[in-house]
């Protein structure tokens, strides 16, 4: 299976079966099948089960990436999730953009590609833009983001028509995480940020964090540059006093947990249960999310003010 | 090895190849032969339990932390219920299927392995019922990991007691074996937090017991190894969550150190004490306070006795001592690598604050995983009253420094509970301790390939020991099985024999762990 060992820190065959992704997965909190699991999977190819026999296990992970800080032998397991995704049929096609607009230039500028939840948080996405002094770029590269998700070929005219623009941009600011990481593969030399970290810098937004926020880091991100990030926030934590979505080994909790039929549209969502464990015993008064992807989940199971980061700089 | 005591062979029923005088050779259990298996599936799944078959699902389970045991399950069960582990239990008594049960598969020896049968994982079950603020209880299915406990109970400001340092031990793992935290040597061990318990008994029953209901039950279903019960659910105790504040002492001396450990423990000076080494060169006592009150106690009246010294101090006295033996400079230049790797990852600032260790066994955990973990370990121990424990501990060093060039020494003690008497017969607590026992655990460093035969007779000589001090263990099952009847003798383990063949007329519950 070279299409593994290529993506690898460490292959699948480097796992010991120590169980500790098991603690931080979403979908080990749901299914408590071992079989779901990073741990299930690796055990699985080690004794030689073809792919498609792990097919439901491959498209139930949300590629949330909390396993991988948890992973002692430092697998790589998103990649190893992607990587069998692309080995399989996807349960449903992914639409890809194929529209021909005018080209745009971002050269020398900073260009947020935001979510498609994102975008639809008007407010939020103006006042992103504004703080992080950037362009929203037309073609966000959502299409791409779900095709790599689902493992599903993106044809390189498309790919190119989404690059070309982003070549001599000064900064990148991706809201989706997957496509973040696969951008640094993809354009080495700009540098690829997250809305949410670099919103969470702006000491306007900063200072308007309170002791009874419950602060939600966007899991993607933050878990594909863990090293760096956990302490710059656990410091934001110790500095602000909110809460924040961080368990006892300070990986993030995921306030959803949307696998790939669900971010196809081929299965209705169903958070409600891991974004209950992420608020339970919380003494809370806010909710203050990085993804406006998170903010239906929340207003789902919760009655109290959900906004997005962004939006605090209003006050 | 003739100071071992003599036994008469021929009434062992088993681990023959363990017995004294005989070449001792790895007690792999032979793989059940699968008899009456179709059967057996077809009824179990008539009771609505599902069974699956699937190499992925079996696959997952063929071996243990330690990596050197492999057995691959007819069939495995993901726990769900106490009534869905009756139902299994009772059709294979029916049909005579061996059941093996896991919890985190922490064992090292095989004794979580099922050498065909059923793999019963009990992670299945793994959801906390209900937090009891006024009784200080938690009720909790045992298939949890005590870390997913401790997530649990610090939303709410609690923690659990004592727990094993690692992260994905289990509630149901530790009741069956003993469990051994930093805070054991005031607290006990894990085993002895339970209040309650609901068990499915290998015949299908399920029953509730404690010291006041079914008391005997609740004897051999704590540090019962798995063979009287499965425990489904737990009463545990439980206590306010607080940060720890971190001593920690170097020594060049073993013996110097565990005298130290003795005396913090004998006088409850500390709220957490142990002992890390690497090798027998840089021997760090640990102490550990819930409070600053206890701390600043410590400060007054013990610090001052202790014969570490701070990691300077040590340092400054190691030098001389490397320079006149320049020989030894690789030992030096590997504790130097070693100190490099792991002295940051124990004070990593999101875990440590302001001087305050907020989870101990998450930064213990991982480092253990990250440092010491890897595909194959194995991890003999001894487990001593506090009068032989020095010995204990200097002859199983001389053992590991025949062996290996790297290793680990653990040590930490346990608070005896009189009132637990019952509970600790034919365990890793041994017959002769009082007030405390003490286990060291002697873990080789893999940075190199060992042949099994290797890593087999460096455990065969660690336990040696234990049976020529007369000592227990607190990894005495699986594979090391035969040195139970050696190390507690025949009366005790026949006893608990009878009482196992009454309970189990099949011998169907973790049959190749302890008979
Ligand atoms: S990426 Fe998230 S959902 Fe997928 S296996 Fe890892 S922790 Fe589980
Ligand atoms: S954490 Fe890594 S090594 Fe451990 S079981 Fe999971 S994938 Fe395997």
């Known amino acids: ?315 | 090895m003739d100071t071992v005591p003599s036994f008469t062979p021929g009434h062992c029923p088993v681990g023959p190849d363990s017995l004294t005088q005989i070449k001792r050779l790895q007690t792999n259990p032979a793989r059940w032969n699968g008899a009456n298996w179709n059967d057996f599936a077809a009824a179990l799944r008539a009771a609505g339990v599902e069974l699956l078959e699937s190499l992925a699902a079996c696959g997952a389970f063929a071996t243990d932390a330690g990596g050197t045991a492999y057995g691959m399950p007819h069939g495995v069960v993901i726990a769900k219920s106490a009534q869905q582990i009756s139902a299994l239990l009772k059709t294979a008594q029916q049909h005579c299927v061996p059941v093996t049960v896991r919890g985190g598969g922490l064992t090292t020896e095989g004794e979580s392995v099922a050498f065909g049968g059923v793999l019963l994982d009990m992670t299945g079950m793994s959801r906390v019922k209900s937090i009891d603020k006024n009784a200080m209880t938690v009720r909790t299915e045992c298939g949890i990991f005590w870390h997913s406990l401790a997530e649990e109970l610090r939303r709410d400001g609690f923690d659990y007691l004592s727990a094993p340092l690692n992260l994905t031990s289990t509630v149901g793992g530790s009741l069956n074996v003993g469990g051994i935290d930093v805070n054991s040597p005031r607290l006990g061990c894990s085993a002895d937090q339970a209040v309650a318990l609901q068990v499915v008994t290998p015949t299908g029953e399920i029953v509730e017991c404690s010291e006041t209901e079914n008391a005997a039950l609740f004897q051999r279903a704590i540090l019962g190894y798995g063979q009287f019960c499965v425990i489904a659910e737990a009463t545990l105790k439980i206590r306010r969550y607080t940060p720890i504040r971190m001593h920690y002492f170097y020594y060049s001396s073993l013996r110097t150190a565990v005298e130290d450990l003795q005396l913090l423990d004998r006088n409850d000076a500390s709220d957490y004490s142990g002992i890390l080494t690497i090798m027998d060169s840089a021997v760090n006592l640990l102490v550990a306070f819930d409070s600053v009150e206890r701390e600043t106690a410590f400060n007054a009246k013990w610090r001052a006795q202790l014969r570490g010294h701070g990691e300077l101090g040590f340092a400054l006295r190691a030098l001389p001592r490397y320079a006149l033996r320049p020989w030894k400079l690789p030992e030096a230049l590997y504790l130097w690598r070693r100190k490099q790797q792991l002295f940051p990852e124990f004070r990593r600032p999101e875990y440590v604050r302001d001087g305050l260790m907020q989870d101990r066994t998450v930064v213990f955990s991982r480092a253990v995983w990250k440092y010491w973990g890897s595909r194959q370990m194995v991890i003999p121990d001894i487990a001593t009253s506090v009068e032989k424990f020095v010995n204990a501990v200097e002859r199983g060093n001389a053992v590991c420094r025949k062996y290996f060039p790297h290793y680990t020494l653990y040590c930490v003690g346990i608070k005896l509970r009189d009132d637990h008497q019952p509970h600790y017969e034919m365990s890793c607590i041994p017959p002769d301790a009082t007030g405390w026992a003490y286990g060291c655990e002697f873990e080789p460093m893999m940075d190199r390939v060992y042949s099994r035969d290797h890593l087999q007779s460096f455990k065969n000589e660690i336990y040696d020991i234990g049976v020529d001090i007369g000592a227990s263990y607190y990894r005495f099952g699986g594979m090391m099985k035969g040195y139970i009847r050696r190390a507690l003798g025949d009366a005790v383990v026949d006893r608990h024999l009878a009482m196992k063949r009454k309970a189990d007329p099949n011998m169907i519950l973790n049959r190749d762990v302890i008979f």
């Open chain 1, 1 to 315: 299976m070279p299409a593994l060992a290529a993506h690898s820190r460490s292959g699948f065959a480097a796992c010991s079966g120590c169980s500790l992704c098991l603690l931080v997965c979403p979908v080990w909190r749901k299914t408590r099948d071992l079989r779901y699991t990073p741990h299930g999977r690796a055990k699985a190819l080690q004794h030689g089960v073809p792919v498609a026999e792990l097919k439901n296990s491959v498209e139930s992970c949300t590629l949330c990436g909390a396993c991988e800080p948890a992973c002692p032998e430092i697998i790589d397991l998103v990649g190893m999730v992607l990587s069998l995704r692309r080995q399989l049929t996807a349960p449903a096609a992914v639409t890809m953009n194929d529209t021909n607009g005018k080209t745009a230039n971002y050269a020398g500028q900073r260009v947020l590609l935001a979510t498609p939840a994102l975008r639809e948080t008007v407010v939020a996405l103006e006042r992103t833009a504004k703080l992080l002094d950037c362009v929203v770029a037309e073609d966000n590269g959502a299409d791409i983001a779900l095709a790599l998700e689902a493992g599903t070929p993106i044809a390189n005219a498309r790919r190119e028509r989404f690059l070309t623009p982003l070549f001599s941009a000064k900064k990148i600011i991706a809201g989706d995480g997957l496509l973040a990481r696969q951008l640094k593969d993809w354009l080495p030399l700009i540098e690829i940020t997250s809305p949410g970290i670099a919103l969470s810098k702006c000491s306007e937004l900063r200072r308007h964090l309170r002791s009874d926020d419950l602060y939600v880091i966007e899991p993607r991100a933050f878990h594909a540059n863990y090293d760096e990030l956990v302490l710059y926030y656990d410091d934001l934590r110790h500095a602000t006093g909110c809460a924040m979505n961080l368990d006892l080994q300070r990986i993030a909790i995921p306030a959803t947990a949307r696998n790939l039929r669900q971010r196809l549209g081929v299965e209705a969502e169903d958070n409600a249960a891991q974004t209950r464990w992420l608020l339970q015993g919380r003494k809370i008064a806010r909710i203050v999310v990085e993804d406006a992807g998170d903010i239906a989940a929340f207003r789902q199971v919760v009655d109290m003010p959900v906004v997005h980061l962004a939006e605090l700089a209003n006050e």
